[in-house]
Nanobody, 124 residues
């Protein structure tokens, strides 16, 4: 069992930066792959970034590649999403999720545990 709590969202101007954090509790965090997803009003939840349990592999959506960086600190049971050069189209509720499966995936349905989300709003 993994409980996830996101923080760090807020209102920022276009071109600005935010750093999201996701604090996890539970024994399986260090062996779980972690992902960030987002959902804008009226849209489906979409993949943003994912990181393997060992930090050896990372995946990014094309829309955020080069601007966002996912990282994790297993000693602190925390995963991060550094977001730079933010755009209005990045506005959404951002969720972190944990996947205890063997393979790192970008598919929301494969993730086992989800946080409640944190709102990110980018003004133009």
């Amino acid at each position: 069992q993994v409980q996830l709590v996101e923080s760090g969202g807020g209102l920022v101007q276009a071109g600005g930066s935010l750093r999201l954090s996701c604090a996890a509790s539970g024994r399986t965090f260090s062996t779980s792959h972690m992902g960030w997803f987002r959902q804008a009003p009226g849209k489906e939840r979409e993949f943003v970034a994912a990181i393997s349990w060992s930090s050896g592999s990372t995946y990014y959506a094309d829309s955020v590649k080069g601007r966002f960086t996912i990282s994790r600190d297993n000693a602190k049971n925390t995963v991060y999403l550094q977001m730079n050069s933010l755009k209005p189209e990045d506005t959404a509720v951002y969720y972190c999720a944990a996947d205890v499966a063997i393979w790192l995936t970008t598919t929301p349905g494969s993730y086992d545990y989800w946080g409640q989300g944190t709102q990110v709003t980018v003004s133009s």
